[in-house]
């Protein structure tokens, strides 16, 4: 049974960092596509980063790309999400997903639970 568990999230203010992190179990963690997403109120679900962690990144979304980094830890079977200069617009329940390809949901057959972030002053 695949397990994605995520945590991390928490309450920042405009310029702030975060680090998410996501534990993958009952997957072959070495060669995986995955990544993370999120989803602010009344706005649908969007990918945020992919990497397989056999080769690095895959996808940044447009307003990820420059403030954020993607990284896997295949020692521990976890991904982790460098948020830098982050902005209220940044503000969601982000979600550790997989597969991750492009940022496409359509793609995703397991969900992690979601930690909040929020980016307020």
């Known amino acids: 049974e695949v397990q994605l568990q995520a945590f991390g999230g928490g309450l920042v203010q405009p310029g702030g960092s975060l680090r998410l992190s996501c534990a993958a179990s009952?997957?072959?963690?070495?060669?995986?596509?995955i990544g993370w997403f999120r989803q602010a109120p009344g706005k649908e679900r969007e990918g945020v980063a992919c990497i397989t962690t056999s080769a690095g990144p895959t996808y940044y979304s447009d307003s990820a790309k420059g403030r954020f980094a993607i990284s896997a830890d295949n020692a521990k079977n976890t991904v982790h999400l460098q948020m830098d200069s982050l902005k209220p617009g940044d503000t969601a329940v982000y979600y550790c997903?997989?597969?991750?390809?492009?940022?496409?949901?359509?793609?995703?057959?397991?969900w992690g639970q979601g930690t909040q972030v929020t980016v307020s002053s």
């Open positions: 009952g997957v072959a963690f070495d060669d995986y596509a």
């Open positions: 997903a997989a597969p991750c390809y492009n940022g496409e949901s359509v793609f995703v057959g397991n």
